[in-house]
């Protein structure tokens, strides 16, 4: 038995307006009251951060953002940094998830900074690795996770890393319905753990917390949360209606 809490993680994505995520928060904030031995959280839009940390502030339900800037502050338009989104309420910050990868020129250079950013201001970082489907069918899939864990940890200390949170989402799974089978899961989670273990120290490797995201629904996350390596989920369109997203908390 591991003594890693389990991580439920919503990620919103581009969805819900402020009005939209308060209700869906309140209604899950009520759903999820009495749960234990699990934390929860949401990532809504960056506008509706504000407005749903008062919704969420004293539940169970913790906050947190989809992205962030490295910088603290200047002439970025458009950017967000890590001390705005804690002065939003937020504890959690999901980095280089593979939509930003894909769309929106994210690397792993520059997840690399994200992470140094989001763990300067305390905020737990969420940082998202996993392969596209070519890459597993070529066989890939082993090498691709090394280099995203190797290059977005570069020059990070074990002691640095006492909060990070690794999300395994294997791209020709998210959105699709095509959830990894709980064996590609574990096989992947115990090979990312592995990594940890080899790049910093086995202390490190083994209370690091990996969740899995790709298509995880109510029905097939308890027997993807019955593997040993798989911590917790990273849930994109089932935790949109906050009954769905309860039921998922409630894995057991
Ligand atoms: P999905 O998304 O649950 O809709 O597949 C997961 C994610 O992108 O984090």
Redesign the pocket.
Known sequence: MNTRTPLI?G?W?LYKTSPQAVKTAQQLVELVADTVEVDIMIAPVFTALDPVSKVVENSRVALGAQNLYWEKEGAYTGEISADMLVSAGCQYV?IG???RRQYFGETDETVNKKIRAAIDAELIPVF?VGETEVERESGQTFSVLDKQVKKGLEGYFAKDLGTLVI?Y?PVW?????K?ATKEQAQEAHEYIRSLIDRNFDKTLAQSVRILY?????PANVSELMAMPDIDG???????LEAESFSNIVKFK
Do not use: D, P, Q, R
């Open positions: 993680a990620n994505k999901i998830h593979s939509e998202c999300a989402e799974a998210i959105g699709t319905g959830t995201g790709g298509s995880v629904k989920a990273l849930v994109g369109g089932a935790s």
